[in-house]
């Protein structure tokens, strides 16, 4: 079973400029979440979608933040324009509506300058 | 507001012993928890969970604990292997809407040494 993808593993940009980070979730699962995990603590929840419907953004900047679920698949982050705090590890995660078997992806390391 | 906490950051501990990894939460409504591993520059991993019905659920050699009147869960692993090495995250979730919304603690890094 090939493992949650997500592409670029690390990026650098300069403040007030514009990154999107992509995902591609495993096959079959409708659930996909996208997290950001700041150093030092624990992943927080940006968004979460279910199939291709958002069931949960409260903690999604969304002055600056977007994200997409196009067909339910593939998903695409976005910020525009950056912050230094910011900087983090961007990590997609998916599942099927079944509490536990949350698999994430490698995660997107944002440095922002 | 930090509703899911792990209050040792670091823990170190001998191979062959056990190692106890400790996580309060303060949201009443939790009714699922999990633990996470992570290894560096890589994504955490779903390592065992319990449910608020249970106090103890073992999978070989992790054992997850819940004392739901102290608000309080904690992860044995025995023994302890040097590739247990990694941070461990603590995390909960209410069981409500048909899906799960999981809030995480800040982790522990374990260091079993050989």
């Known amino acids: 079973e090939a493992g949650v993808a997500q592409s670029p593993r690390y990026k650098i940009i300069e403040k007030r400029q514009s990154v999107a980070f992509w995902c591609n979730p495993i096959s079959g699962h409708a659930t996909l979440y996208w997290y950001q995990q700041i150093l030092g603590q624990g992943p927080k929840l940006l968004i979460q979608f279910q199939n291709n419907g958002v069931v949960d953004d409260s903690q999604l900047p969304k002055d600056r933040f977007s994200a997409e679920r196009l067909k339910g698949v593939d998903s695409t982050l976005k910020i525009q324009p950056a912050k230094l705090e910011d900087s983090a590890v961007y990590l997609c995660?998916?599942?099927?509506?079944?509490?536990?078997?949350?698999?994430f992806g490698p995660g997107t390391r944002l440095t922002v300058t | 507001d930090q509703q899911v906490k792990q209050n040792s950051p670091s823990l170190s501990v001998q191979e062959g012993r056990i190692s106890i990894l400790n996580c309060d939460y303060t949201?009443?409504?939790?009714?699922?928890f999990l633990w996470y591993k992570k290894y560096p520059a890589e994504g955490p991993t779903f390592l065992i969970s319990?449910?608020?019905?249970?106090d103890k659920n073992e999978d070989g050699r992790f054992t997850v604990f819940l004392n739901k009147s102290a608000k309080h869960l904690s992860l044995h692993i025995v023994p302890s292997q040097p590739g247990d090495s990694a941070v461990y995250f603590c995390a909960a979730s209410p069981l409500s809407g048909g899906y799960q919304k999981v809030t995480f603690g800040t982790g522990t890094k374990l260091q079993v040494i050989p």
């Open positions: 319990i449910s608020s019905i249970k």
């Open positions: 949201n009443s409504m939790f009714d699922y």
């Open positions: 995660a998916s599942s099927f509506p079944t509490p536990g078997d949350t698999h």
